[in-house]
């Protein structure tokens, strides 16, 4: 079976969860985690884990929220963390793309979250756009390892993360035309690759553009393959190995 690490599944874009995880466990596609990153994703996700042996969930403030998100909230955080199917933090992370206005305020909170996952010994998913000397910052001042999400740099910085003691999320960037990041992928040990979706977003080619899915992930693990000239039986046995040690799933 393959595991996406990583997916948004809010009522907003799916209204059939039963179905969608139906579709998940005929494409070979179970457990797959939710990644609950704002206020009322964190309870949605919550609810579906409760409901479905197969989901389970990280949860964890999305630099997007930085705003509306106060110390309350954060240790109402801490409270949702210690259920059972909550198996990390995250998205959590820093996001530059936009501008650098709320930069000191986005990395305080994301180093409280990180704080959090250290103490709560759980791994951490983390949200880097344009932003990845700051984010390798923060990460070094915590005792903290997991995902690097959606996973798109060079090979100098994977190598980097992968040194910290990361992995590396890969999803359907790499089957995008123009990405270089089969390239990189092609030079970093398969042991350090996670499978992901991100759905709603970032659907592969052929998809690209549509509404993305789970039952993708297969189409991803092929990519991979080729670009590692190993089977994708191979790619699913490690990436899902990997998955459940670093999520520490069953
Ligand atoms: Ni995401």
Redesign the pocket.
Known sequence: MFIDT?C?LSKEDYNDISQVILENREAGVSPIII?G?TKEDIIESLEYSMYYPDIFVTIGYHPSEVSKVSDLDLEKLEEQAKSDKVVGIG?IGLDYHYGKEDREEQIKLFEKQLALAQKLDLPVVI?SRDATLDTISSLKKYSVSGVI??FSGSLEVAMEYIKMGFVLGIGGVITFKNSKLGEVVSRIPLEKIVLET?SP?LAPVPYRGEKNSSKYIPIIAEKISSCKGVSTYEVEQITTETAKFIFHLD
């Open positions: 990583h948004h990644s990153c998205e949200h999400h959606c991100d977003y």
